[in-house]
């Protein structure tokens, strides 16, 4: 084989690779995780299970990601304003937070929705790893996983994708 073939052929199988990792990562998924206890900051112990009937989102976030705090003011706002209507969102603090700087960017940020800690990585793991932060995950009202998001969220198509959800809910319940 030439040379120039063999370069080529080096390349067509390194873009080949990267794009098998790529599509990897941003895989859909649909079946959710089984059954999840989350060990809230508060003590609480919290089970997907219990929320099922309801979208909910998962925001795996860590106290050194600045586009996590950066979008933690958005993740505030709706839940401040869909939490009514059936949304839930846990955020999940990754394994390597110390539990005292998770509870100081907390209070810092006067997050509303419950945190957990994953202090034995049980949580990544029942979502297939976490290959950055943030990554969200919204489970849909049947417990599937209905988007699976690596990196900062557009607060108008989330929202959007959620009211979707929550308008669902509302119609199955009036049949």
Same mark, same amino acid.
């Given at each position: 084989?030439?040379? &120039? ?15 098998? $990792? ?11 995780? $089984?059954? %999840? ?65 998770? %509870? ?11 945190? $957990? ?7 990544? &793991? ?17 417990? &599937? ?24 809910? &509302? ?5």
């Amino acid at each position: 084989m030439s040379h &120039k073939l063999q370069r080529k052929f080096i390349f067509f199988l390194i873009v080949a690779l990267f794009i098998t $990792a790529i599509s990897f990562l941003y895989r859909n998924t649909s079946q959710g995780p $089984a059954d %999840l206890n989350f060990k809230i900051v508060d003590g609480r112990q919290l089970r997907l299970e219990q929320y099922r009937d309801r979208p909910v989102l998962i925001n795996f976030w860590a106290t050194s990601c600045t586009y996590c705090i950066y979008e933690m003011p958005e993740l505030i706002k709706l839940y401040e304003e869909l939490s009514k209507e059936g949304l839930e969102i846990i955020g999940v603090a990754m394994p390597y937070n110390s539990p005292d700087l998770v %509870l100081k960017v907390i209070k810092d940020l006067g997050i509303n929705f419950p945190i $957990a800690l994953d202090i034995d990585g049980e949580a990544v &793991k029942a979502f297939g790893g976490i290959p950055a932060t943030p990554t969200h995950f919204l489970i849909s009202p049947q417990g &599937k996983i209905a988007e699976r998001i690596v990196g900062t969220v557009n607060p108008a198509t989330l929202r959007s994708k959620i009211e979707a959800m929550l308008l669902e809910i &509302k119609n199955s319940k009036k049949i």
